[in-house]
């Protein structure tokens, strides 16, 4: 299984970012997927995460209300709306799987992550 992510890049403070994270190789429909981000000298740190249903919904109090987590089950995606993003949203942003039915909001609940995408917001 691989997870591909897409969508980052240098933008200013309260623009806009989208990104995108596909699953492929295996057809695994993840019970959770979500987004996670490391600062530099940071630890990684969950954004935001969704089940598979939708039932259950994730999101850092850094980023509620400005960022939106949203999944295509049929495909194995899942995408990040970041709207009104600040410096401190700078870091590296991984997707990341998870196969079992539980919690979803550690690193150990997650065994697929992708290779990580720049996001930079200047002020």
């Known amino acids: 299984v691989q997870l591909q992510a897409s969508g980052g890049g240098l933008v200013q403070a309260g623009d806009s970012l989208r990104l995108s994270c596909v699953g492929t190789?295996?057809?695994?429909?993840?019970?959770?997927m979500g987004w996670f981000r490391q600062a530099p000298g940071k630890d990684r740190e969950i954004v935001a995460a969704?089940?598979?249903?939708?039932?259950?919904?994730f999101y850092s109090d850094s980023v509620k209300g400005r960022f939106t987590v949203s999944r295509d089950n049929a495909e194995n995606k899942v995408y990040l709306q970041m709207n009104k993003l600040k410096p401190e949203d700078t870091a590296v942003y991984y997707c990341?799987?998870?196969?079992?039915?539980?919690?979803?909001?550690?690193?150990?609940?997650?065994?697929?992550w992708g290779q990580g995408t720049q996001v930079t917001v200047s002020s």
């Open positions: 990341a799987a998870g196969p079992r039915d539980g919690t979803f909001l550690g690193l150990n609940d997650y065994d697929y």
């Open positions: 190789g295996s057809s695994i429909n993840f019970a959770h």
């Open positions: 969704k089940n598979r249903s939708g039932g259950r919904l």
